[in-house]
């Protein structure tokens, strides 16, 4: 089984990957927690990634409890504001999904994947 493991950006190469998210020009994983809770939450993909793409840093990057790198981006849409967390990582040459899994969510080998987990407020 192929292991995803986590990468050092630093905020700069961060933010532009983020950007890049939003642009539809890098791929967004997201975990089946994230899509689980947007859909109890009737909260879009699109609202996702205009938060990506306009959003501004809440909660600048650190390292989580998992020893991976993460930040948080909020914006407005519709009139509710939305805070997306994202996780960098990087799969290896045979692709896994964003939790260590082969299926839907695989990343190839050496493809940046930021996984989303969506908040309200």
């Known amino acids: ?19 890049e998210v939003g642009n539809g020009k890098r791929r967004l994983v997201f975990s089946e927690n994230a899509e689980a809770r947007m859909k109890l939450r009737h909260i879009g993909r699109r609202q996702v990634l205009e938060t990506l793409k306009n959003g501004l840093v809440s909660e600048p990057l650190h390292k989580d409890a998992r020893d991976d790198w993460c930040c948080n981006l909020s914006w407005f849409h519709a009139g509710a504001r939305l805070t997306v967390g994202v996780i960098f990582k990087l799969g290896d040459a045979r692709g896994a999904s964003a939790d260590g899994q082969n299926g839907p969510d695989r990343v190839e080998g050496g493809e940046l994947a930021v996984v989303a987990m969506v908040i309200e407020g």
């Open 1 to 19: 089984m192929s292991k995803i493991t986590g990468i050092k950006p630093t905020p700069r190469q961060a933010m532009e990957w983020v950007k």
